[in-house]
């Protein structure tokens, strides 16, 4: 992420990024209900009921930031205008495919701009848990129904980094605390191992 990005935040842990931002890297947020300018959440006192996230949370602005309906966000979006999309995820394949909308079997409201963001044309980065209640997320086919085909440049956990490249998975971050025999346990997909795997930079 680098100064001048323009950078959408997707609903879930990718809301929870602008405070880990540092002063000197200056993005711009936005959010696909018309908010760009996205700043952390709110103190107490200083929420305002009129600006929300996409998952409806109360955030704070910006300097520069601006408002716009939903015809407009999602021009952005669809003209890709986005640099980086950051989306939670369900499950993602080692092509790059992402599930993030509906688990079968339970209620769902829809798919949302998820569809329109993972086609934006953006770098998609999917920041998600790495397994859910120890079943992996990480596979090599998806089972859940599909928000979009090879979408995903970049998957960030909690353990670990990989990137989606034309030959595959390449695990290039991991929690030092796991050993890859371990990741290994939790990661069913088939990934390489970089050259240049570094440590978890927290």
Known sequence: ???????????????????????????????????????PYPSPSDIDSDLINAAKETVTTLPGYSISDSAETFGMMRGK???????????????????????????????????????SGAYVVVGMEHTSRGTPRILNTCTYPLTAKECVNRIVTEI??????????????????????????????DYTVSKDLKDYRV
């Open 160 to 189: 670990a980094v990989l990137d989606v490249t034309d030959k595959g998975l390449v695990l290039i971050e991991k929690d030092p605390a796991v050993s890859l025999e371990k990741l290994k346990e939790m990661t069913p997909a």
């Open 1 to 39: 992420m680098e100064s001048g990005m323009y950078v959408n935040l997707g609903i879930g842990i990718p809301s929870e990024i602008p405070p880990y931002i540092p002063p000197s890297v200056k993005v711009q947020f936005q959010v696909e209900n018309g908010l760009i300018g996205v700043g």
């Open 81 to 119: 205008h986005l640099h980086m999309t950051i989306l939670g995820g369900m499950q993602v394949s080692v092509k790059g495919d992402l599930a993030n909308w509906y688990i079968p079997g339970k209620k769902a409201t829809g798919m949302g701009g998820a569809m329109d963001l993972a086609a």
